[in-house]
């Protein structure tokens, strides 16, 4: 693709981004589509100006991207209470090892509908899922790697390689790293090729001096979709049991590259990992995790209405056709919908790891991020002596990433030094 047909992309892409802000975007839309073609590449850059600066003529909404308002449209309270010490090692490696076992599940079917998933286990004889995915019906050798018989360690993804540098940032800069040490240590540590959608616009953006938070903004449709909240889970990994500081590192980290929804995806996700180390009722983390975001925006809504559905209905299928019905308008890698795959796979997994990471990722979409964020969160819950043979063995105590300085790691030393880590959190 080269530098015009991105353009285009990206005002096509602003369009819709600015019709789910609750703008109306017709006309403009109109416009686009007949003068795209005779349009220069400065032009476009201008167009997508125009686009961006529309505002809503009835906003329903109450969505700040500033910490002290989300604080205060928020409801989490402070941080009380103690964590258990003696288990929080095995359960901070039953975090990574959730993590990336559901990652792992998701990976060969990313992007694939529910209904796809559905037809394909059965055809495989497979369904509903309950082990990784069977090798068959021609899948080739290219695959082999993420199926089941011919894993041998955690591949490189994307969902990881944020949690091992997550890791590693806290390491080199502590626990008040900014926004800005955040962006440094991406072009440090992040190959521009291995980032995509909102993040590979921010990349661009520090790469060109543009300053946080505009990096999130600028050229950058896709600043409400899922990539922030792949990021989240490590900062519960290092507040265990303290899900404010979780949620606020995690603000720092998504407003790098997201806005709005987008923050809020993280600050849930961080809060809900925060909360399993201490908690082991999955609708006690949904609720901690709703209680960290805006709660008239536009995600709490949608969680709200995935618990309200799920206290009538009898099956995570019923649930999931209501969120299929009502949110499966955005995008396949936004933000809310996915987050609403996560929270029907926790409420009617009910704390059973394979169950849940299962129901993740049948659900379809974003499934190697959802699979990733629900195995960290029952992960933590259960700690890896909970976390069945048939997910960890394949694993091999292995992580492969593309972090610069960090391509071969080891789950028992991520989760060692995550410990100490958190342990001096404490002190």
């Not at 800005?180 to 661009?204: K, N």
């Not at 009617?348 to 960290?376: H, K, L, P």
Request: charged share 25%.
């Amino acid at each position: 693709m080269d530098h015009r047909e991105w353009l285009e992309e990206i005002v096509a892409a602003e369009i819709v981004q600015k019709r789910e802000d609750g703008c109306d975007p017709l006309d403009l839309e109109r416009r686009f589509g007949a003068d795209k073609d005779s349009m220069s590449e400065r032009q476009l850059e201008e167009f997508w100006g125009r686009v961006n600066s529309l505002r809503p003529e009835r906003p329903n909404y109450v969505e700040p991207s500033t910490l002290e308002a989300v604080l205060n449209a928020a409801s989490l309270p402070q941080d009380r209470g103690p964590v258990n010490v003696d288990s929080l090692g095995e359960r901070i490696r039953g975090a990574w090892t959730g993590r990336c076992a559901g990652c792992l599940l998701g990976k060969p079917v990313e992007g694939w509908t529910k209904a796809r998933i559905e037809r394909h286990l059965r055809e495989c004889e497979a369904y509903p899922l309950t082990d990784y995915f069977p090798a068959c019906n021609g899948d080739g050798e290219d695959r082999r790697y993420m199926l089941e018989g011919g894993i041998g360690g955690m591949p490189r993804d994307d969902d990881l390689d944020y949690t091992i540098l997550g890791l590693h940032m806290v390491e080199e800069h502590g626990l008040r790293i900014t926004s800005e040490e955040i962006g440094e240590e991406w072009l440090d540590h992040l190959p521009y090729r291995s980032v995509y959608t909102a993040e590979r616009v921010a990349y661009r953006n520090l790469v060109n001096m543009i300053p946080i938070p505009d990096t999130a903004t600028y050229l950058n449709p896709y600043r409400e979709w899922i990539g922030a909240q792949i990021r989240a889970d490590i900062w519960g990994f290092i507040h265990p049991g303290r899900p404010r500081m979780a949620s606020e590192l995690a603000f720092r980290d998504a407003r790098v590259s997201h806005v709005k929804n987008g923050i809020y995806g993280e600050m849930m996700a961080a809060a809900m990992v925060s909360k399993a180390f201490t908690s082991g009722d999955p609708l006690e983390i949904v609720d901690v995790g709703l209680s960290a975001i805006p709660a008239k925006s536009r995600l709490h809504e949608a969680v709200e209405d995935v618990i309200g559905w799920s206290q009538d209905l009898g099956s995570w299928t019923e649930c999931w056709r209501l969120i299929e019905d009502t949110y499966g308008h955005y995008s396949p890698v936004h933000t809310i919908n996915n987050a609403l795959n996560v929270i029907c796979a926790l409420v009617y997994g009910g704390g059973d790891f394979g169950r849940t990471i299962g129901i993740a990722v049948m659900c379809g979409w974003d499934t190697d991020c959802n699979g990733a964020t629900t195995g960290s969160i029952v992960g933590a819950m259960v700690g890896s002596g909970g976390i069945p043979d048939r997910w960890s063995d394949p694993l091999e105590d292995r992580i492969e990433s593309h972090v610069r300085g960090f391509t071969r790691n080891r789950i028992s030393d991520l989760a060692r030094r995550t410990f100490d880590l958190a342990c001096s959190t404490r002190s």
